[in-house]
């Protein structure tokens, strides 16, 4: 999101066309798989979310940019996924973050927002659940969160590195779950 008010409010045309055309935004999760992305609109703004079923009012992906310059992405992909495989575990991919973070800047950047752009990733419901961590050769959760919920802000220039960039969320997280992060 911007840092400053833009003092500006984009149409829902406009923000289609830079979102979906030249930027192509996508939900967090979506490089793991899913069917198709269906539009949406809204008085505020414009987004793109993956259908669960045939009627196309359930979802576990959306990304939304507001008139205002603001880009939210809601993702529960992973934990629907995983719930009966590693039922009450985090599962935190770096490089879907990354990639979006990245993606968002970008998309802002048309709009012509100028960097730096502050984010904010979040978790929440989390307290009790495990982390599971990629190659680890247990294959189980591991540790226990303290917290229900975890927000970490941060600023994003366009040539920054997005991993750096959003390393102080997963260093929360592996410390309210009483871990050493671990760069995977």
């Not at 992405?73 to 495989?85: F, K, L, P, Q, V």
């Not at 978790?123 to 919920?149: M, Q, Y």
Request: charged fraction near 20%; include cysteine; hydrophobic fraction near 40%.
């Amino acid at each position: 999101m911007p840092i400053n008010d833009p003092d500006k409010i984009w149409s829902l045309g406009e923000l289609k066309r830079v979102a979906f055309t030249q930027s192509i935004i996508l939900p967090i999760s979506s490089s793991t798989g899913g069917g198709g992305f269906n539009y949406l609109r809204a008085e505020d703004g414009v987004g793109l979310y993956a259908p669960l079923n045939a009627d196309r009012k359930t979802t576990m992906w959306v990304v939304f940019v507001f008139t205002n310059g603001e880009i939210w992405s809601c993702d529960s992909y992973i934990i629907d996924a995983t719930g009966e495989s590693s039922p009450g575990s985090i599962h935190l991919d770096r490089r879907d973050l990354a990639r979006s973070l990245k993606d968002y800047t970008s998309c802002l950047m048309k709009l012509g927002i100028p960097a730096p752009i502050k984010w904010e990733i979040g978790l929440e419901g989390i307290k009790g659940r495990g982390i599971f961590i990629p190659n680890d050769p247990f294959v189980r959760p591991r540790g226990a969160c303290v917290s229900n919920e975890i927000i970490v802000s941060g600023t994003f220039y366009p040539d920054d590195d997005p991993l750096v960039a959003i390393e102080p969320f997963f260093a929360k997280v592996y410390d309210m779950c009483g871990l050493t992060n671990q760069l995977t």
